[in-house]
């Protein structure tokens, strides 16, 4: 007697190639031990909402942070521009050629500079720190060979800058750069101020001036008409009545 | 993300993007004009000259299209996103180049 079900020797084998479908016994084991996940007693929107940890004081931000507090306090000039992104050759360039004006380039995170500023007294420069942007400081106040190397870098942007604590637009930048160097200024002024006095010392020292003008010219006349008047006393008294009179309407002044 | 939307300049003539940096409604225009000037959109079109204007007496964000064909297009960056921008300025571009291709078709034939 051989059994009934004889279709496992023609059929496929149980690790097939195709994909087979399960023995209906399996597939209901299957449904029956599917995994389900725990769930807790208490949905976690009911409980009190869990306080986010505060980010805990990341010694690198602390150490960018006092590097910008550095920079702010030990520079004459700093000037804040946009950066769009540029070529790696061209930043090495433009930060030889600004380093030649001892300009130097420091790239800055927008959310370290924020509170920087913000306690500082430089809060109006806040509204310029969106977007990348790099901070050109200097010691010195050399404005206008920074715009002409910033005039060949077309990326870029100056937007405002800080020079000996007074906070200038782009506008301001390029008008203190026209400016004339500090000794030619103060030489004007000086020179503006001494006019008024050498004007009145002039105005003073004219009369008397005058007068020894005339006297000297008066004394020549009579040496003249002294040493040629013996043969012409014509000519000498025909000059000498003209010269007394000036010199006693100056006396009489 | 802003960086992922390509735009391809080649129907465009010049940009120009004005802005205030002190005003407080300058981010989205600032970003556009950051976007602009990565390599790869600069690379769709050499010629095309991308300005800066910084100014400081208050005026809205602008950014002023110039296309090769003469259209302009003028966006008041104040209160759109960068996003916006850049799928209009990427939209019109597109057309634009539609048009041109089935131009230098009909030439051809």
């Given at each position: ?50 306080k986010e940890t505060v980010e805990k004081e990341d010694g690198y931000r602390l150490l960018l942070q006092r590097q910008v507090q550095e920079v702010f ?181 | ?109």
């Amino acid at each position: 007697w051989l059994p009934a079900l004889q279709l496992v020797r023609r059929g496929s084998k149980a690790v097939t190639r195709h994909w087979k479908a399960m023995h209906f016994q399996r597939q209901k084991l299957m449904a029956v031990t599917e995994y389900v996940a725990p769930r807790p007693a208490i949905p976690p929107r009911c409980l009190a909402p869990r306080k986010e940890t505060v980010e805990k004081e990341d010694g690198y931000r602390l150490l960018l942070q006092r590097q910008v507090q550095e920079v702010f306090r030990d520079s004459r000039m700093v000037a804040v521009c946009q950066y769009n992104s540029m070529p790696d050759e061209e930043v090495v360039l433009m930060r030889h050629y600004l380093r030649k004006h001892n300009i130097e380039v420091k790239f800055v995170l927008n959310e370290i500079v924020r509170p920087v500023l913000s306690q500082s007294k430089y809060k109006n420069l806040l509204p310029l720190f969106v977007a990348r942007n790099i901070l050109l400081v200097s010691p010195e106040t050399k404005a206008k060979e920074m715009l002409r190397v910033l005039k060949g870098v077309p990326q870029v942007n100056l937007l405002g800058a800080c020079i000996d604590d007074t906070i200038l637009s782009r506008r301001g930048v390029e008008n203190f750069a026209k400016l004339p160097s500090l000794e030619a200024t103060q030489g004007q002024t000086v020179g503006a101020l001494a006019l008024l006095p050498s004007q009145t010392s002039s105005l003073l020292q004219r009369g008397p001036a005058h007068l020894t003008a005339l006297l000297d010219q008066h004394l020549h006349r009579l040496r003249d008409g002294d040493t040629g008047g013996d043969t012409e006393s014509t000519g000498g008294d025909t000059e000498s009545p003209a010269k007394p009179s000036p010199a006693q309407s100056s006396e009489a002044h | 993300m802003a960086s992922k939307i390509s735009v391809v300049l080649r129907p465009v003539k010049s940009i120009v993007v004005r802005f205030c940096p002190f005003e407080t409604n300058v981010e989205s225009t600032r970003k556009f004009l950051q976007c602009i000037n990565h390599k790869k959109i600069q690379a769709t079109n050499r010629n095309c000259e991308v300005t800066a204007d910084v100014r400081h007496d208050g005026s809205e964000p602008l950014v002023d299209v110039t296309f090769a064909d003469g259209d302009r297009l003028i966006m008041k960056g104040a209160n759109l996103t960068t996003v916006e921008m850049l799928t209009a300025l990427g939209s019109r571009c597109n057309a634009k180049d539609v048009k041109e291709e089935e131009k230098s078709k009909k030439r051809s034939r």
